[in-house]
């Protein structure tokens, strides 16, 4: 196994920055794309959930549905590449999708029953997430953020920029993804967004607080 330098990947991380402005005439290369999926795919999800859908939008008309409920951004016409990241609304252990995962991972009835009785205290007890609908939702959205992060940092280690979205009408912008037939609005719902391209000029350098400001060892 081949490690990176430190110092690539830090440098990564100083290049990387919300990209608001791309260069239309650049495509990202199918290889190049694929690889950045394939970051989120491998992610890490609590209780190895995976609780997520990517929705690659290049449909120009779509695009152009969603743009006015998403603050009139223009890198919807001239990114290279518009992710939608769906979340799984209803990951709950008694679910036909936690069944699923169970025989994914090949686990018998036994196996799969005390898997389930841990999952069951998980989001009854320890996380409590079984409340409400949203609450169940919002957890599974938290898991995207992890796929959402290592896309993008992986794209910066390439050379790829990318800028990540919330700032959008989610109610108007599921509807007319529903409408259209990407997904299941029973099943799924929008979490983030996130573009993918390259910049057309020169990006502030990004101010962060300092090290000692946001880390605390407690020995």
């Not at 006015?68 to 769906?86: F, N, Q």
């Not at 018998?108 to 007890?125: G, P, R, T």
Request: aromatic share 12%.
């Amino acid at each position: 196994m081949q490690f990176f330098n430190k110092d690539d990947v830090l440098n990564a991380f100083h290049y990387r920055a919300s990209t608001r402005s791309y260069d239309g005439t650049k495509k990202i290369s199918d290889e190049d794309f694929r690889y950045i999926l394939e970051l989120g795919r491998l992610s890490p999800s609590s209780v190895g959930s995976e609780p997520w859908q990517f929705l690659v939008l290049q449909n120009a008309d779509i695009r152009q549905k969603i743009k006015p409920y998403c603050w009139g951004i223009p890198t919807m016409e001239t990114a290279s590449h518009l992710v939608v990241i769906l979340a799984k609304k209803n990951a709950r252990y008694d679910s036909p999708y936690f069944a699923e995962i169970m025989s994914r991972r090949g686990l018998e009835s036994e196996a799969k029953a005390k898997a389930l009785a841990i999952y069951q205290k998980f989001q009854e007890q320890d996380i409590a997430i079984l409340d409400s609908e949203r609450s169940l939702f919002d957890w599974a959205s938290k898991q995207t953020y992890i796929a959402l992060a290592n896309m993008m940092t992986g794209a910066a280690m390439i050379g790829v920029d990318s800028c990540p979205i919330e700032g959008f009408d989610y109610q108007k912008v599921n509807e007319i993804l529903a409408k259209s037939g990407l997904f299941d609005p029973s099943e799924w719902a929008v979490s983030v967004m996130v573009t993918f391209g390259y910049r057309d000029k020169e990006i502030r350098k990004k101010a962060r607080k300092d090290f000692e400001e946001v880390v605390k060892f407690v020995e």
